[in-house]
């Protein structure tokens, strides 16, 4: 018996709607699949480009904490010329020098000292700094910059010193002009300080002693004076301590990812140039989480759409 029309109809529809289906669930596994798939790609792509946007920060960073060492170096020059008209480092009109000089930058005391290494800072505090690295180097006609250190002056207090040589009108080295500037101070500068409550900036030398002394409780365990112990309490991702190091003491650029307290963050370090010094910035690596976590939301209101759109439409044709 021969099956009616409306039988080979109905037989044709169930055929149809079985492929709609079939190719409504492929459609379906393919939306998933490069859903995921997308996400991985815009998770590696924003990844480098936050690296990227890293370096490109520290070299800024690196260009305003050089800008403001030459500025500061700068003023001990000027001060040391208009001081070549006094014989005497010990004739009041210098102290008067000497204040005024430290009321236009960034030094807390600004001081004398003759060969001997016998001194006195503008508020009149005397001192020796014969036996100090920087005063010996300056007067050899260097340009010195001492590293944080205990201040001799005033205890309990961390300082830098800059020291350059003070000279006779027949340019003959009598002493060094130094400038001194208290670790608070230097926390507040230019190139020396974070931008946000997720950002960091240390300045360390060859050996991990911090020069800045600048802290971020987020980005540290236990903040103490040295990068390399500091480093050894938190978890490197991607490299060796060893290999960072090595790089440090070469005046080489590089950056690494770590784990601290469950949190995640990225460094990225550049040589100063000055001394044997390297400008590290810290970043909390969620910054890359929330870029990719809002593409990845707008991606997936798409998709929503799209599968809305395929649902009408196979419901419409059903």
């Known amino acids: ?5 409306k039988q080979k109809t109905e037989k044709k529809n169930a055929v149809a709607v079985r492929i709609i289906a079939v190719l409504f669930c492929l459609a379906v596994f393919g939306i998933i699949l490069s859903f995921f798939s997308f996400r991985e790609s815009v998770q590696r792509v924003e990844t480098e480009n936050f690296k990227a ?15 403001l060492i030459i500025e500061l170096v700068s003023s001990l020059q000027e001060t040391s010329k208009a001081l070549e008209q006094y014989d005497n480092i010990w004739d009041p009109a210098v102290r008067d020098m000497l204040e005024f000089s430290e009321n236009l930058n960034w030094f807390d005391y600004t001081a004398v000292a003759d060969l001997n290494g016998d001194g006195y800072d503008n508020v009149g505090n005397k001192f020796n700094i014969a036996d100090r690295g920087y005063f010996q180097s300056a007067v050899q006609g260097n340009t010195a910059l001492s590293d944080v250190m205990p201040s001799q002056i005033i205890k309990g207090q961390h300082v830098q010193v800059y020291a350059y040589p003070l000279r006779t009108a ?30 960091a900036i240390y300045i360390a030398n060859a050996n991990g002693d911090y020069i800045n002394y600048l802290k971020k409780d987020d980005a540290q365990t236990e903040y103490g004076e040295n990068l390399w112990e500091d480093l050894g309490r938190v978890t490197i991702r991607d490299t060796q301590l060893s ?34 010094w390297q400008l590290i910035f810290v970043v909390d690596d969620s910054k890359v989480e929330e870029s990719v976590h809002s593409i990845f939301a707008i991606k997936t209101e798409n998709t929503l759409i799209t599968m809305t759109c395929l649902i009408v439409v196979v419901l419409c044709i059903v």
């Open 1 to 5: 018996m021969k099956k009616s029309k």
């Open 53 to 67: 946007s890293l370096r490109e920060q520290t070299r800024h960073k690196l260009i305003d904490a050089k800008s």
């Open 170 to 199: 027949k340019q003959e080295i009598r002493g060094v002009i130094l400038g001194v500037i208290n670790y608070k101070t230097i926390e507040a500068m230019p190139g020396c300080k974070g931008d946000s409550e997720n950002r």
């Open 243 to 276: 290999e960072i190091k090595e790089k440090f003491q070469k005046g080489q650029a590089g950056e690494f990812s770590y784990s601290n307290n469950g949190a995640d963050y990225h460094a990225c370090y550049m040589p100063v140039e000055i001394k044997d």
